[in-house]
């Protein structure tokens, strides 16, 4: 199995939004002590095990008296809990993607001209749960498979999730089109996703082994997973221990590629452990 071939996507890992918000968590770390994640700062275990053993902490709590900063996630959060945190004595460092802000913004905008909003998205995700918070009373969530359901106004105004996909929400808009007079969308859809999955989808067209690497509780890398599946077999690891020399009997060419909240050294790890394997026949990896 020498000269093993592998493709590695440009895009695999941290987006601007994750990456930003990753290095405002280390620099704070450096700053002092105390430092605090408003719930896990991404979906990648290894990275919050680096974040806390350099003292940044997740916590639900914001009464904790152990806080003296608080980083707010790439998601967003609700209006009102934001105004909240402004009154606690602690230095608060906003890390919301702009990409999310800038929907925030929308949000805000539409319900001041007087649109009843529409969210399209799903009503559980935090980013959509703050993104009401600034869309009014009347505010609705809906996705690809709900119903356009009665619309109190007769002016309508949509934004969208960052991470949906941009065919539905075509597919959506000219379905809305029909029931209402008046339309205004903005279209907030962050392209950093999808870009990813379709280089992701391309790869594993030309590959016969793609690894995928992130987090498993992480929902963009189950999905680049899921895609890969459907051309060609798949491992989604964690981190390079994980990877076995078996994979790569009858194998020789090898895609990598990697969600939002991976980071650069695990993706390299990979790498150089699958670089091992391609060059040394299935004798194992240094361990
Ligand atoms: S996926 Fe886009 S919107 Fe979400 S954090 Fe990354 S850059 Fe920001």
Not at 33 to 38: A, N
Not at 86 to 105: E, G, L, N, R, Y
Not at 110 to 135: A, N, W
Not at 150 to 178: C, D, H, M, Y
Request: charged share 25%.
């Amino acid at each position: 199995m020498t000269n093993l071939k592998i493709i590695k996507a440009k895009r695999a890992g941290f987006c601007f939004g994750v990456k930003r918000a990753v290095e405002l968590a280390f620099k704070s770390a450096k700053k002092s002590k105390g430092v605090y994640t408003l719930g896990p700062l991404i979906h990648n275990p290894q990275v919050i095990e680096k974040l806390s053993s350099e003292g940044v902490h997740p916590t639900e709590n914001i009464d904790d008296k152990n806080i003296n900063t608080l980083i707010i996630r790439t998601h967003g959060i609700p209006l009102q809990l934001h105004e909240m945190l402004k009154k606690k004595s602690f230095t608060i460092i906003d890390a919301t993607c702009p990409f999310v802000k800038k929907a925030q913004q929308y949000a805000k905008l539409l319900s001041s001209e007087g649109y009843q909003v529409i969210i399209f998205g799903d009503e559980k995700h935090p980013e959509v749960i703050g993104l009401i918070s600034y869309s009014g009373d009347d505010t609705i969530v809906l996705n690809s498979n709900s119903n356009i359901i009665k619309l109190k106004k007769k002016r309508v105004g949509v934004i969208v999730q960052t991470t949906q996909p941009a065919n539905l929400f075509r597919e959506f808009i000219s379905k809305l089109v029909k029931d209402v007079k008046e339309l205004k969308v903005f279209n907030t859809i962050c392209n950093s996703t999808a870009l990813r999955l379709n280089e992701t989808k391309n790869i594993a067209q030309k590959v016969d082994l793609m690894i995928v690497a992130g987090g498993k509780n992480s929902a963009n890398t189950t999905q680049l997973a899921t895609f890969c599946r459907l051309s060609v077999p798949t491992y989604h690891v964690e981190t390079a221990e994980e990877i076995q020399n078996d994979w790569f009997k009858q194998v020789s060419t090898v895609g990598i590629t990697a969600g939002a909240s991976t980071p650069e050294w695990i993706i390299n790890e990979i790498e150089e452990r699958i670089r091992y394997i391609g060059g040394n026949g299935d004798n194992g990896y240094p361990r």
